[in-house]
């Protein structure tokens, strides 16, 4: 059974940067293609972005790119999202997923971690 | 904002059927990309509904049913009992988005 953990919720401050963290456990980590995505308090889900660890590629949607940066540390079974220039429209819970392509032709996210909740304020 | 839009809310009494629709365009949907649905239950992760249009994971009951035709899809939820209260988020990919997945906008079900 596959299980995503994530790191514990933190405070920023508006101009700094958060690194969140994604330990998964069970199945090949190499194989997995990691996504994250994120929702506002009140709001939608959000794609920000995947990685494919097994070949150090990565996908950032439009709307994050220059500031979101999405590594991956095989040894460790680790993904990990980092947001730079932090503004309070940033304030949301950051969930990382697994993505899956099995029985359909358009990637979907069969498991998600618990959730990372990241608060901008000064 | 986003390319797939979604009624912002639906409500059906315990025992009734009540649709989610997910409308998208010739870029997603209506081009062939699959869509799948994802419950949200209140302070939780999401989770996978419905992947494919209409294939329910393991654990998933009988009572939630996926569709799509042309440029929308839709979310069926028979037999509406209490814990179906929560958000449902439709997904697919858009070609004008390369590399990205899309979200819909959400639904929130209440049960009466």
């Known amino acids: 059974q596959v299980q995503l953990v994530q790191s514990g919720a933190e405070i920023k401050k508006p101009g700094s940067s958060v690194k969140v963290s994604c330990k998964a456990s069970?199945?090949?980590?190499?194989?997995?293609?990691i996504n994250w995505v994120r929702q506002a308090p009140g709001q939608g889900l959000e794609w920000m972005g995947r990685i494919i660890p097994i070949l150090g590629l990565t996908n950032y949607a439009q709307k994050f790119q220059g500031r979101v940066t999405i590594t991956a540390d095989k040894s460790t079974s680790t993904a990990y999202m980092e947001l730079s220039n932090l503004r309070s429209e940033d304030t949301a819970v950051y969930y990382c997923?697994?993505?899956?392509?099995?029985?359909?032709?358009?990637?979907?996210?069969?498991?998600w971690g618990q959730g990372t909740l990241v608060t901008v304020s000064s | 904002q986003s390319v797939l839009t979604q009624p912002p809310s639906v409500s059906g009494a315990p025992g009734q059927r009540v649709t989610i629709s997910c409308t998208g365009s010739s870029s997603n949907i209506g081009a062939g990309y699959d869509v799948h649905w994802y419950q949200q239950l209140p302070g939780t992760a999401p989770k996978l509904l419905i992947y494919?249009?209409?294939n329910r994971p393991s654990g998933v009951p009988d009572r939630f049913s996926g569709s799509k035709s042309g440029t929308s899809a839709s979310l069926a939820i028979t037999g509406l009992q209490a814990e179906d209260e929560a958000d449902y988020y439709c997904q697919s990919y858009d070609s004008r988005l390369s590399g990205s997945g899309v979200f819909g906008t959400g639904t929130k079900v209440t049960v009466l």
């Open positions: 997923a697994r993505e899956s392509l099995e029985g359909t032709t358009t990637y979907y996210f069969d498991y």
């Open positions: 494919g249009n209409s």
């Open positions: 069970g199945g090949t980590f190499s194989s997995y293609t």
